[in-house]
């Protein structure tokens, strides 16, 4: 079965359009984390209805998104959202600075067994994401899935759009996105037909293909078997790995908080590392900057310094797989957070699935911090005990180890920039 299939897409009508900055997400900068609050942001604004249970259709009592579910039926009758007559594919482009990234929107089976992860994923949010699947009929969201396009079928046909595009807006971020609409069938077959073999690697949004895969089970426990439908299938972007804008950023790693074992660990990792004192931020950022084996900066109270695997240190890996031994968050994971998590918390602490990812986002000792000058200078002052900064990941890695059935730790990338939400809607109801 192909990974690509063209969609009625859900959207903003042709009156929304002028203003369709004010609609998505993020639409202002710094909106609220707070999944129980929308913000200040326009009334029709996408958030309302991904935010699900405030507003003035709401009432108390309800099963969750009963209100949000109830403003898209308004929505829907009103023409705010409409859908589009004919299935298409949809060019979406996002530009930060000079760096420009493009892919397409389409449908992506679940169960051909092509769209595959590249990393573990704790879960967090799926629950809540099935059950808004479950009230609502329709993703809100689209995942970001890389291919690695050995043909370059996908990325000549991404250079050859022409054109004023069919939408177009900055978002709260100062993301540039442009959009182009494609109905054209026989691009649909050309593009289905050349990647049919691909797989689909999931860059982000791995808690949304779980919880489409529970909705999808929930769905055929509650009717009888058909063949194909709406909910088999999932909006997706999907990207060519050789795309120059295809940016992964690292994701960081702090322990906010040690004793004195999880001390004494630190001071104990010239026996795996070669350790190098950095004088200054920027020389840190150069000496992480460079290849070869995996190396790290590590940030304590008034000082820096440069973990690089030693060569003798392939025994020590003997504990990951061998496709992530040259990965450096799996290194970091297995070599230095995981052991450190158990001189803090007793042997008690292992993770039996490979889940080499410390603990989860938000914790005292946690993963998935974006800014590694903010947790530096936290380190560096004392104000936390000790902040990791790693290397990206570099796509064509993390397509290889997906290929390959591995799976990296939790958060071991952060995509740049993420899909924004209100430009398209996968209804998976007729209306």
Known sequence: MPIVRPIRALRYGQDQ?????ELISPAVRGEPEDRNVVGD??????????????GPLATEDEPPFTHAARLLRQWK????????GRPGIYVYEQAVDSLVRRGIVCLTHLNDGRLVPHELSRGGSSGTLATQLHAMGCQLSMVMAVVPDRQGLLADYLQSQPGRPWMQLVDGDGVRSRVWLDE?????????????DEPAVIADGH???????????????EGPARRDSPWDYLMTLIVPASDPGLICRPSHRICASLGAAGLA??????????????????????WLAEGGPPRFVLVQK??????????DAARALEVLPELLR??????????????????EHGQAWSRADGDTGGAASGSAFSHNKASAEDIAERAFSGEIDVAFLLRPTPPQQIVAVAEQGGLMPPKSTNFQPKPIKGLLINSLVSF
């Open 184 to 196: 054209d069938p026989a691009n649909h077959l050309r593009l289905a037909a050349g990647l049919r």
């Open 326 to 343: 040259d990965v450096d968050a799996a290194v970091l994971g297995a070599l230095v957070l995981d052991p450190l998590a158990a001189a």
């Open 265 to 286: 660990f630190l001071d104990g990792l010239s026996a795996t590392f070669e350790i190098t004192a950095l004088p200054t931020r920027s020389t840190a950022r150069e």
């Open 17 to 21: 359009l002028p203003h369709l900055d």
């Open 41 to 54: 942001v326009h009334s029709l604004n996408i958030r309302h209805l991904v935010r699900g249970d405030h």
């Open 77 to 84: 009758e009103d023409g705010v959202l409409v859908r589009d």
């Open 207 to 221: 808690h949304r293909v779980t919880a489409a895969l529970q909705h999808q089970a929930n769905m055929a426990a």
């Open 302 to 311: 008034g000082k820096i310094r440069g973990l690089l695997l030693r060569p």
